[in-house]
């Protein structure tokens, strides 16, 4: 059952365990994620990163996430991990994903850096728009 990050969180510091986060880059990945989880009965992060999008389309990848989600036992939620910028951080807001991280550290490239006013600005434009979207 797919459920906010946040709750995820709080829930695994009340009862004092962690939280896994692991990447998933295709479907035999996912696929080894939630098996894995629901054989151990644990709640997971199941993250997505902007490097998996050279080789596949956000949408099937998250599509692909989310059926087999619905399948299962166990708690779990979908991060988009180190977005590089503004229109891939909002596709995934609009796709579903229940956190992110931005990393303004670097140009949408993955290896310009960005100067320190733009990390800031494009940070802060993704944290506005993440806390509109709830």
């Not at 896994?20 to 479907?27: H, I, P, T």
């Not at 995934?92 to 670097?106: A, C, E, K, N, P």
């Amino acid at each position: 059952m797919l459920v906010p990050s946040k709750e995820l969180v709080t829930s695994a510091r009340k009862g004092k365990y962690a939280v896994g986060a692991f990447n998933a880059v295709n479907m035999e990945s996912a696929q080894a994620i939630f098996g894995a989880a629901e054989e151990t009965r644990s709640p997971f992060i199941i993250q997505i990163t902007q490097t998996t999008l050279r080789y596949t389309e956000p949408e099937e990848l998250f599509a692909l996430i989310r059926a087999r989600g619905e399948k299962a036992d166990v708690p779990f939620a979908i991060h988009l991990d180190h977005g590089r910028g503004f229109e891939v951080c909002m596709q995934f807001l609009r796709l579903g994903v229940t956190s992110l991280m931005i990393d303004g550290s670097l140009q949408e490239d993955g290896k310009t850096p960005r100067s320190y006013d733009e990390n800031v600005d494009v940070t802060r434009r993704v944290k506005e728009a993440a806390h509109a979207m709830g």
